[in-house]
């Protein structure tokens, strides 16, 4: 009988470090409720002590999920520990999870404190987390640099403190994956105590082997890996939930234990976490990419006819693809609505959300003939969007002719008063953008425009994702309509929005 490996997802925290990723409470809590239907472990719901919003955010997620255990971050300090302690409170399972620096570079440059320091820092905030719970989860930050020796004294003194899981974290992407994989199997046959604690791995994708090296810590006595929806995170991204669990299971004629994740749920929470973020998965992405499944070369596709497992080593039913079907139409009611959402894990924080989100559903049944599941998930979005914004679009007019200068006139409310104002330039996305400037008081730099389909045809929801640098600040705005002109100045103005609200975050690593 296979071991269990816990899956700890870090989308709502780490993923979320990602520049311009930042998430609402209220869309951390319809992604933590997808994970949870998922049947993921550990949700690490933020960094309580980061910002007001953070703190609300993991207190929010733990007094919603009730089946997996969630998780607060927590430097190795007292008003760190306190803050986590009180955001994770009501749920049903809490755990704080809790680090300091162990690599000679970053004690010395970043935290200047001496090994002793380090160590005693680390015992107390473990003895101060096991005030508020006795799952606490201890991380030696940069371990993957650090000096074995040394993390073997910490990790002991850590496990007797009081930590329950020891999390190696290969905080920069640096290794390879037989060094990292010997690395855990030392530590594991090395310290005292370690059966006392499961060990868990985290690492970055900066070499683009951060599944390689998770697989490896797991094969080498790693009983928990930390990832993210989509392999999402800060630089080249984290360890990707859908590859590890998806390896494991294809491959269990190499790893002798698996995971409880319910992988048909990992489509749809791969496009929740894309919409939500704006973030778009690549074609090629594995497991979750558009071209995952498809199979291109003739041989290829007789091969698949004549028999599927000559060229597929997975079904694609089995992560989410194909389960997708039409789900309602124009004649569907506002319960049918409504229960289908449930089933999608989207829940309305009011009647009048509700409302609003079914006006918009029956807006679009009357433009797009077939509604799917991804349809409403970017409808749900663009509710929440709307809901939190000082800048709205009212009216937007283009005017394009071949060989001419494109004519946009656009009509927005900035706290609730109207302005218009028109622009003529070589592009009719260019014009409308250009048009909504006028009227604002900022000038950011556009350092990424995209367009995708929601689902297939003509007729498909077209998604936007705009991405601005303002002072410093980088934000993604989203924007979907049956219209791309009309998705492009959604997405800009929700972008905009995001730059005109100034929120204070504390970064983990500071």
């Given at each position: 009988m296979s071991e269990k490996?816990?899956?700890?997802?870090?989308?709502?925290?780490?993923?979320?470090?990602?520049?311009?990723?930042?998430?609402?409470?209220?869309?951390?809590?319809?992604?933590?409720?997808?994970?949870?239907?998922?049947?993921?472990?550990?949700?690490?719901?933020?960094?309580?002590?980061?910002?007001?919003?953070?703190?609300?955010?993991?207190?929010a997620v733990a007094e919603?999920?009730?089946?997996?255990?969630?998780?607060?971050?927590?430097?190795?300090?007292?008003?760190?520990?306190?803050?986590?302690?009180?955001?994770?409170?009501?749920?049903?399972?809490?755990?704080?999870?809790?680090?300091?620096?162990?690599?000679?570079?970053?004690?010395?440059?970043?935290?200047?404190?001496?090994?002793?320091?380090?160590?005693?820092?680390?015992?107390?905030?473990?003895?101060?987390?096991?005030?508020?719970?006795?799952?606490?989860?201890?991380?030696?930050?940069?371990?993957?640099?650090?000096?074995?020796?040394?993390?073997?004294?910490?990790?002991?003194?850590?496990?007797?403190?009081?930590?329950?899981?020891?999390?190696?974290?290969?905080?920069?992407?640096?290794?390879?994956?037989?060094?990292?994989?010997?690395?855990?199997?030392?530590?594991?046959?090395?310290?005292?105590?370690?059966?006392?604690?499961?060990?868990?791995?985290?690492?970055?994708?900066?070499?683009?082997?951060?599944?390689?090296?998770?697989?490896?810590?797991?094969?080498?006595?790693?009983?928990?890996?930390?990832?993210?929806?989509?392999?999402?995170?800060?630089?080249?991204?984290?360890?990707?939930?859908?590859?590890?669990?998806?390896?494991?299971?294809?491959?269990?004629?190499?790893?002798?234990?698996?995971?409880?994740?319910?992988?048909?749920?990992?489509?749809?929470?791969?496009?929740?976490?894309?919409?939500?973020?704006?973030?778009?998965?690549?074609?090629?992405?594995?497991?979750?990419?558009?071209?995952?499944?498809?199979?291109?070369?003739?041989?290829?596709?007789?091969?698949?006819?004549?028999?599927?497992?000559?060229?597929?080593?997975?079904?694609?039913?089995?992560?989410?693809?194909?389960?997708?079907?039409?789900?309602?139409?124009?004649?569907?009611?506002?319960?049918?609505?409504?229960?289908?959402?449930?089933?999608?894990?989207?829940?309305?924080?009011?009647?009048?959300?509700?409302?609003?989100?079914?006006?918009?559903?029956?807006?679009?049944?009357?433009?797009?003939?077939d509604i799917f599941d991804?349809?409403?998930?970017?409808?749900?979005?663009?509710?929440?969007?709307?809901?939190?914004?000082?800048?709205?679009?009212?009216?937007?007019?283009?005017?394009?002719?071949?060989?001419?200068?494109?004519?946009?006139?656009?009509?927005?409310?900035?706290?609730?008063?109207?302005?218009?104002?028109?622009?003529?330039?070589?592009?009719?996305?260019?014009?409308?953008?250009?048009?909504?400037?006028?009227?604002?008081?900022?000038?950011?730099?556009?350092?990424?425009?995209?367009?995708?389909?929601?689902?297939?045809?003509?007729?498909?929801?077209?998604?936007?994702?705009?991405?601005?640098?303002?002072?410093?600040?980088?934000?993604?705005?989203?924007?979907?309509?049956?219209?791309?002109?009309?998705?492009?100045?959604?997405?800009?103005?929700?972008?905009?929005?995001?730059?005109?609200?100034?929120?204070?975050?504390?970064?983990?690593?500071?």
């Amino acid at each position: 009988m296979s071991e269990k490996l816990i899956i700890f997802d870090t989308t709502l925290r780490d993923g979320e470090q990602s520049p311009g990723a930042s998430m609402t409470k209220d869309e951390k809590v319809r992604i933590a409720r997808i994970l949870e239907k998922m049947r993921v472990d550990v949700i690490e719901a933020g960094f309580a002590i980061a910002s007001p919003g953070d703190f609300e955010a993991v207190k929010a997620v733990a007094e919603a999920v009730k089946d997996s255990t969630v998780c607060s971050l927590a430097r190795a300090l007292e008003k760190d520990i306190d803050r986590a302690g009180e955001a994770i409170k009501n749920a049903n399972s809490g755990r704080i999870h809790t680090f300091i620096a162990t690599s000679d570079i970053h004690m010395k440059m970043k935290l200047k404190m001496t090994p002793d320091e380090v160590v005693a820092q680390a015992i107390h905030s473990v003895k101060r987390a096991t005030k508020y719970t006795n799952d606490i989860e201890f991380s030696p930050e940069d371990a993957g640099r650090s000096d074995i020796d040394f993390l073997c004294r910490i990790i002991e003194a850590a496990i007797n403190a009081g930590a329950t899981t020891i999390n190696i974290p290969d905080t920069v992407g640096y290794n390879i994956p037989h060094q990292f994989g010997e690395t855990m199997r030392q530590l594991i046959e090395r310290i005292p105590n370690s059966d006392k604690a499961i060990f868990s791995a985290h690492c970055h994708n900066d070499l683009g082997l951060a599944v390689s090296n998770s697989l490896s810590a797991a094969l080498n006595g790693a009983r928990q890996i930390e990832c993210t929806i989509n392999g999402l995170g800060e630089r080249a991204g984290n360890t990707s939930l859908e590859e590890v669990v998806m390896a494991i299971r294809t491959r269990q004629d190499v790893f002798n234990f698996d995971t409880n994740i319910n992988a048909e749920h990992i489509l749809a929470a791969s496009r929740l976490v894309s919409s939500i973020t704006g973030f778009v998965v690549q074609p090629n992405k594995a497991i979750v990419g558009a071209n995952a499944f498809a199979h291109e070369a003739g041989i290829h596709q007789d091969g698949v006819l004549k028999h599927r497992e000559t060229y597929e080593i997975m079904r694609a039913e089995d992560v989410g693809w194909n389960a997708n079907k039409l789900v309602l139409g124009k004649h569907s009611g506002r319960n049918a609505f409504k229960a289908r959402l449930d089933e999608l894990g989207v829940e309305f924080d009011s009647e009048a959300t509700l409302n609003d989100a079914f006006a918009r559903f029956k807006d679009l049944a009357d433009k797009k003939h077939d509604i799917f599941d991804e349809d409403l998930q970017a409808l749900v979005t663009e509710t929440q969007i709307e809901a939190t914004e000082v800048i709205r679009l009212l009216s937007l007019k283009v005017c394009t002719e071949t060989g001419e200068e494109n004519t946009a006139e656009v009509s927005i409310s900035i706290n609730g008063e109207e302005k218009s104002a028109s622009a003529k330039t070589s592009g009719a996305v260019d014009a409308t953008f250009h048009a909504i400037l006028s009227m604002v008081n900022i000038e950011p730099t556009l350092q990424l425009y995209s367009v995708t389909n929601v689902t297939q045809g003509t007729d498909a929801l077209g998604e936007v994702n705009v991405r601005l640098e303002h002072e410093g600040k980088i934000v993604n705005g989203q924007g979907v309509d049956t219209d791309i002109i009309t998705s492009s100045a959604k997405a800009y103005i929700h972008a905009l929005n995001k730059v005109m609200v100034h929120v204070e975050r504390a970064h983990p690593q500071v």
